[in-house]
């Protein structure tokens, strides 16, 4: 090959004459190229219309916005006049305070903003809505210029006086707040400093451990029912094996409203379940459903395939010569099982189990259909803070919660299992 | 082997085999009755939802079509209707957006130096990850900037982004196993890139993107929380329907409604099991 005419000073040459390396390298960028290129379109797609969206909302988290402007936009000169005062001091702001305010006010009364930052502080501090909105026509008859402007809005109400007031109001004097965390996280500003809520009013904490306790209970059941099942599929011959699989995507395939129903009439107290119950010779019925019992039953059932199937597949590789060379060589059953065949299957109950856990996080049907009051998930927390109460703010700080703890869930799940790894019956 | 029984079994192991076939026979049943109970108590003549004596006399006057009719309008209710042509109208248009875009980036992630490719197939994957109520608020947010909040193309778009991950699983997983020689093959006997891609590629994984359009079809058919935020009124689907029926008072038209759509979910899982093992068939004799 050193005497061939394709080298040249020891470079290897291709058909054409430019440097094989380079040659190779330049077909590989074009390799490259081609599959980016097939890959591009959807990337876009998916870009524009998923993950900016999202990443949008969870700008909201900490924009501090009233409706669509930015509060110290509402209230230039409330927030210039404020620096000055010091909440610490424990006395209402000074005059010229509130002169900006009368400003201000009539500004955001003229574009009927004055209600809507009523609404905005009083996430914050109740009672300042109903202040805000009292005061919005008695303000804007105050003369600007005019002296004596305090007395004028202690006239007014006279929790215009009140130094949390104020505190709250400088509190959100920037563009940018980390308040909605602090609510998703339970703490709120005093004039303390920032502390904790009392214990009994530590509710997003509370939601957050109870989702995430479900969410585990519900994988462990999961997992102790799908177990078995995927075993004796794996160990079935085939053709029977094949037939039984259905029994386990039917349900996979069954939309989820009706699984959802169908566990709702079942279980509800006059439903088939506790009319068999009573028909048993029982006296009292089961209260089966809005709550926590429900909510575990169902879902336990809807996500029970996304355990079966992850668990059969790797099952199916384990060669089941292994239990008989174990047994052969003087195993128990249950020494074969855990020693053996067990260890093998733990890929599976990873996968499965991840599986489970990321999506049961997320749920929001089932929860919001059977949960009642103490089943209910962060999801529908989040949901009622942006449909009915409108908190935009802190629905995209618990949504951005929620998130963060998936998406590091997501992240175990790819370096354990392999995103491409993820089977679909 | 505590699944299979063998003629010299001791009693012990015996009992253990009954014991483990009669757990996993419950486990089946639980998986399966709450799906198939809603069938008959969907003829339930009377306004009920358990079993009347006259249904478990099998008395013919327990049974009737009364909630069926009540779906097609007869009593002159026409939304279920109409919310069912909602989802039949914008579950086929989601599907072909994810199917179409779903498939080239399969194609493209197959190929053998792919840049990013981890990270790409995390990104394309992560719509079935994330939870649907932070998809849907910010689809909500981002489509009311741009004046997609509440329309017909809104909703398409996004379920068509929430079908793709299925998409992408079931046609890599058809591509993987997909024998590159046979492209090459065709190209060295002077077909362009785009009759091999006809003539040769897709033919061998149409059976993977098939089964993957049924999964985006019925992510959208089944999908509620986007629509609940990002529709309107004149979105209406069948699951939003029910959603909001199960939500305030239920009625049990609900149980014809559930019918129908396991109806639907057989067949559709009938023919992604034949499509399955078509496609076994077809890589079992391309050479490996």
């Given at each position: 090959m050193a005497q061939d005419d394709r080298t040249a000073g020891g470079v290897m040459l291709a058909a054409d004459g430019t440097p094989l390396k380079k040659s190779l390298d330049r077909a590989l960028r074009a390799q490259k190229i081609r599959a980016l290129a097939l890959i591009a379109p959807l990337l876009i797609f998916i870009l524009v219309s998923f993950v900016f969206p999202i990443g949008e909302m969870l700008l909201r988290s900490v924009q501090n916005t009233v409706g669509t402007d930015y509060i110290p936009d509402v209230l230039p000169n409330v927030v210039v006049e404020l620096e000055e005062w010091d909440p610490a001091s424990g006395e209402a702001p000074p005059e010229a305070v509130y002169r900006a305010m009368a400003i201000d006010f009539a500004i955001a009364f003229d574009n009927k903003l004055h209600t809507q930052l009523g609404r905005r502080f009083n996430y914050e501090n109740p009672g300042m809505s109903s202040l805000f909105r009292k005061s919005g026509r008695p303000v804007t008859k105050l003369d600007p210029e005019g002296g004596n402007l305090k007395e004028a809005f202690l006239d007014i109400?006279?929790?215009?006086?009140?130094v949390d007031y104020w505190a709250t109001i400088k509190a959100n004097s920037g563009r940018y707040t980390i308040n909605y965390f602090l609510a998703a996280f339970d703490a709120e500003r005093t004039l303390d400093g920032i502390q904790l809520k009392s214990p009994d009013q530590r509710v997003y904490q509370k939601l957050l451990l109870r989702t995430l306790g479900l969410s585990l209970v519900i994988t462990l059941c999961t997992l102790a029912l799908g177990y078995p099942v995927a075993w004796l599929l794996a160990d079935l011959p085939s053709r029977t094996s094949n037939l039984l699989l259905i029994l386990v995507l039917l349900p996979f395939w069954t939309s989820l409203l009706v699984r959802t129903s169908a566990w709702k009439i079942l279980l509800q107290e006059q439903g088939v379940i506790n009319d068999i119950w009573i028909w048993l010779g029982f006296q009292d019925r089961l209260s089966l459903i809005n709550n926590q019992l429900g909510v575990i039953i169902a879902m336990t059932h809807i996500l029970l395939p996304f355990m079966v199937l992850p668990l059969y597949s790797v099952m199916k590789t384990i060669p089941p010569s292994y239990l008989r060379a174990a047994k052969s060589l003087g195993a128990t059953n249950t020494v074969a099982f855990l020693r053996v065949y067990f260890p093998q299957t733990t890929p599976g109950i990873g996968a499965g189990g991840l599986l489970v856990f990321i999506l049961a996080v997320g749920y929001f049907i089932t929860p919001e259909l059977v949960g009642g009051a103490d089943g209910t998930f962060i999801s529908n927390r989040i949901y009622y803070q942006f449909?009915?109460?409108?908190?935009w703010g802190l629905a995209a700080a618990l949504g951005t919660v929620m998130l963060l703890v998936v998406l590091v869930l997501y992240y175990i799940y790819d370096k354990l299992v392999g995103v491409d790894n993820v089977k679909l019956g | 082997m505590a699944t299979t029984l063998q003629p010299y079994a001791t009693t012990g192991q015996r009992i253990w085999f009954y014991t483990f076939r009669v757990l996993c026979g419950l486990i089946f049943f639980y998986l399966i009755f709450p799906i198939l109970v809603v069938i008959p108590l969907?003829?339930?003549?009377?306004?009920?939802f358990t079993f009347t004596p006259e249904m478990l006399r099998l008395d013919?006057?327990?049974?009737?079509l009364k909630h069926y009719r009540d779906f097609f309008g007869e009593n002159g209710d026409y939304s279920w209707l109409q919310a069912f042509g909602n989802s039949i109208k914008i579950a086929p248009l989601a599907t072909l957006i994810s199917v179409g875009l779903g498939t080239l980036a399969a194609i493209g992630l197959t190929q053998p130096h792919v840049p990013f490719k981890r990270q790409i197939t995390a990104l394309l994957i992560s719509p079935m990850i994330v939870p649907l109520i932070i998809t849907s608020a910010g689809m909500f947010f981002f489509y009311a900037n741009i004046g997609l909040q509440g329309t017909f193309l809104g909703v398409v778009l996004a379920h068509a982004a929430l079908g793709i991950p299925f998409v992408i699983i079931t046609v890599t997983a058809t591509l993987s196993g997909f024998d590159t020689s046979l492209t090459r093959a065709a190209a060295n006997m002077g077909a362009d890139p785009l009759t091999t891609f006809f003539r040769v590629q897709m033919p061998l994984i149409l059976p993977g993107v098939i089964s993957g359009g049924l999964f985006a079809f019925i992510t959208s058919f089944d999908e509620v929380v986007v629509v609940l935020l990002v529709g309107s009124a004149g979105q209406k689907t069948l699951p939003w329907q029910m959603f909001i029926g199960l939500r305030e008072q239920i009625s049990p038209t609900i149980l014809a409604v559930a019918t129908i759509l396991v109806a639907v979910s057989i067949g559709l899982l009938t023919t992604v099991e034949m499509l399955r093992r078509r496609s076994e068939r077809l890589r079992g004799m391309s050479p490996s």
């Open positions: 109400d006279k929790d215009w006086g009140r449909s009915a109460s409108g908190n | 969907s003829f339930n003549s009377q306004d009920f013919p006057d327990g049974f009737s």
